[in-house]
């Protein structure tokens, strides 16, 4: 264009500018596409790490040309990424559509041949072979030979392999170099792990820094190894466990110290620091039938130097209102076995009935190991309770056993393993009762991780419930079982997924079953969404007999996960809902997960 008139053209130019910086304040909008991945774990790792997919939208680019850095940019990131799957030869072309709307960003990819893992090697620094353990099988550190060529695994290895030393004897085991040669034409890997194994030893004189209240008496009986007996990493961690796990402490470090002395031990220590004796918790929840809840506690840890724990809960809501004192006495008679005590007021009002109750139980609660641990107890309780046709006044003498195994990984966010519990209670006759009879409940839960990452956790949930001895109108309705509720069959009102009497109310069944699946995706690092389908009900019979309706619920869960694990928001739907009965959404609202 010629312009005649120079002001006239300044003014024109200076105008389109500006029309073009505010028309693309927001910079442009576009939408990316990788496309020839077939490795669905790939493409997703692949959107993970690029930045045209995570500043699509709260980032775009001001311009065409700003775009065309992003993409090219992404390929030498993308490229790392597909090389640490185990593709040594890829090729990626990135190509832009500005005619599309929006703009849309191809990425395509030519994955090539997937590299193999061909050989694994263990050598060390004068590259002789290590002192023997024990043949060394490259699948115990996470190395298939044969599978993929992935990098992970041989990143990760090197803390195995040291271990692998460590529990034999040799404490300060490392692997201090490794070579790794991919080879073109064989498209193959071949992998070399360089050991500075150290001294031998055996476990030495032990010092224990940071006591301040507790007897070190305590610490002493936590100690997992015997002094003069090989090195194992394995005891070492075990015993740090065993002093976390005791929430005595803010910091525990258990570890060798110094060098392998002349006679062939090493001295060991154990650093704490003790957290303060007393806490105040607090804690809430709300669901659509039982209201809100809240419940504050006091606890005192350590109460005479021993690790005994004190610890006092109030609980007020709508429907519920207690308050209890339980107290903890570590080791008696033997190790990792627990005295424990308690007593409980209750007032509970629900629709299946209106009850005023205390309990008294003392027990003994043992540890097998980390993960399994049973015990046994004497319960004494009283309780009037208005069953809404009738007033009904008793005491029950009970002797609750237990069993639990605990596999998972997490205790408010399990994302992998398992869980077993079984609790079993022989009621006898005791003062102004006839009752005699056998209540139990066996509870499974099961947890699978679907991609490496943990973003998607399939977990399912079935619970089983019996009584024996006795009829259904004999028994109190605060002890029936019953199914419905945030913690059962959600989408329906707690306690509301069974039989129901002519005014409405829950009837409460001998036998009990119901099963529950969720699909926990993870849409950021704090926030996640839970679908979940849930079905069951009590059954008048000693077991169930699966006879009558069967109720079923489903819903849309929202997780947002903090430090001490995730706070729950739950939308519920009976699917099956009885006309005039069953309200159409039930709210959940607590800490942790569902199961």
């Known amino acids: 264009m010629i312009c005649r008139f120079d002001r006239l053209c300044r003014a024109t130019i200076l105008a389109a500018l500006l029309f073009s910086t505010v028309a693309r304040a927001d910079g442009i909008a576009y939408e990316t596409k990788?496309?020839?991945?077939?490795?669905?774990?790939?493409q997703t790792d692949l959107k993970a790490n690029s930045q045209l997919v995570k500043l699509q939208d709260d980032k775009p680019p001001a311009t065409v040309g700003a775009l065309t850095r992003r993409a090219r940019d992404d390929t030498d990131r993308l490229t790392a990424v597909i090389e640490a799957a185990g593709y040594y030869e890829p090729h990626i072309e990135s190509v832009i559509d500005e005619k599309a709307t929006p703009i849309t960003v191809e990425v395509k990819v030519t994955t090539g041949p997937r590299y193999t893992l061909t050989k694994v090697a263990l050598t060390n620094q004068a590259g002789t072979t290590p002192p023997d353990i024990?043949?060394?099988?490259?699948?115990?550190?996470?190395?298939?030979?044969?599978?993929?060529?992935?990098?992970?695994?041989?990143?990760?290895?090197?803390?195995?392999?040291?271990?692998?030393?460590?529990?034999?004897?040799?404490?300060?085991?490392?692997?201090?170099?490794?070579?790794?040669?991919?080879?073109?034409?064989?498209?193959?890997?071949?992998?070399?792990?360089?050991?500075?194994?150290?001294?031998?030893?055996?476990?030495?004189?032990l010092q224990v820094d940071g006591l301040a209240r507790l007897h070190e008496a305590w610490v002493l009986r936590r100690i997992k190894w015997t002094a003069g007996t090989a090195y194992?990493?394995?005891?070492?961690?075990?015993?740090?466990?065993?002093?976390?796990?005791?929430?005595?402490?803010?910091t525990v470090n258990v570890a060798p110290v110094g060098p392998v002395t002349a006679d062939g031990t090493v001295p060991m220590q154990v650093k704490i620091i003790e957290r303060a004796p007393r806490s105040v918790g607090v804690g809430g929840s709300y669901d659509t039938t039982e209201g809100i809840s809240a419940n504050v506690s006091w606890e005192h840890r350590d109460l005479f130097g021993g690790g005994e724990d004190l610890k006092f809960t109030a609980t007020g809501g709508t429907s519920d209102n207690s308050l209890s004192a339980t107290f903890r006495r570590p080791d008696l008679w033997s190790d990792n076995q627990d005295f424990?005590?308690?007593?409980?007021?209750?007032?509970?009002?629900?629709?299946?009935?209106?009850?005023?109750?205390?309990?008294?139980?003392?027990?003994?609660?043992?540890?097998?190991?980390?993960?399994?641990?049973?015990?046994?107890?004497?319960?004494?309780?009283?309780?009037?309770?208005?069953?809404?046709?009738?007033?009904?006044?008793?005491?029950?003498?009970?002797?609750?056993?237990?069993?639990?195994?605990d596999g998972t990984d997490d205790l408010l966010n399990p994302t992998k393993g398992y869980r077993v519990a079984l609790e079993s209670?022989?009621?006898?006759?005791?003062?102004?009762?006839?009752?005699t009879f056998l209540q139990s409940k066996l509870t499974g839960s099961w947890y699978?991780?679907?991609?490496?990452?943990?973003?998607?956790i399939l977990a399912l949930q079935g619970t089983l419930g019996s009584t024996l001895g006795t009829s259904l109108d004999a028994i109190p309705k605060d002890h029936r079982f019953y199914a419905g509720g945030g913690g059962s069959v959600r989408g329906f009102g707690f306690q509301e997924a069974?039989?129901?009497?002519?005014?409405?109310?829950?009837?409460?069944?001998?036998?009990?079953?119901?099963?529950?699946?969720?699909?926990?995706?993870?849409?950021?690092?704090?926030?996640?969404?839970?679908?979940f389908l849930d079905a069951g009900s009590n059954y008048a019979s000693e077991v169930p007999d699966f006879k009558g309706r069967i109720a079923l619920g489903a819903g849309i869960g929202l997780r947002y996960y903090t430090a001490i694990g995730p706070v729950r928001l739950d939308l519920a739907t009976p699917l099956n809902p009885r006309s005039g009965v069953d309200s159409p959404i039930q709210i959940y609202v607590s800490l942790g997960q569902a199961f």
């Open 232 to 250: 194992d990493q394995a005891q070492v961690d075990e015993t740090r466990q065993a002093m976390v796990s005791s929430g005595l402490f803010g």
């Open 340 to 405: 424990i005590a308690s007593l409980i007021f209750d007032d509970q009002s629900v629709k299946a009935y209106d009850s005023i109750e205390q309990k008294a139980q003392v027990g003994l609660e043992r540890h097998f190991d980390p993960t399994f641990s049973g015990g046994a107890s004497i319960l004494a309780e009283h309780a009037r309770v208005d069953e809404k046709v009738d007033y009904r006044t008793y005491v029950l003498v009970g002797l609750p056993v237990f069993l639990k195994k």
């Open 498 to 531: 069974g039989p129901l009497d002519k005014f409405d109310n829950p009837i409460g069944g001998r036998s009990l079953a119901v099963i529950s699946a969720e699909f926990r995706t993870k849409i950021t690092e704090t926030i996640g969404l839970v679908p």
């Open 448 to 456: 699978d991780q679907l991609t490496p990452s943990g973003n998607y």
């Open 34 to 42: 990788i496309t020839g991945v077939e490795d669905s774990a790939l």
């Open 134 to 205: 024990g043949v060394f099988d490259p699948a115990a550190v996470g190395l298939i030979v044969g599978g993929p060529a992935v990098s992970e695994p041989v990143v990760g290895a090197d803390a195995r392999i040291a271990r692998l030393y460590q529990i034999k004897g040799y404490p300060f085991a490392k692997v201090v170099d490794k070579h790794v040669i991919v080879d073109a034409a064989t498209k193959g890997m071949e992998v070399t792990f360089v050991l500075d194994p150290g001294a031998r030893a055996r476990f030495g004189a």
């Open 425 to 435: 209670t022989p009621y006898l006759r005791a003062i102004g009762s006839n009752l």
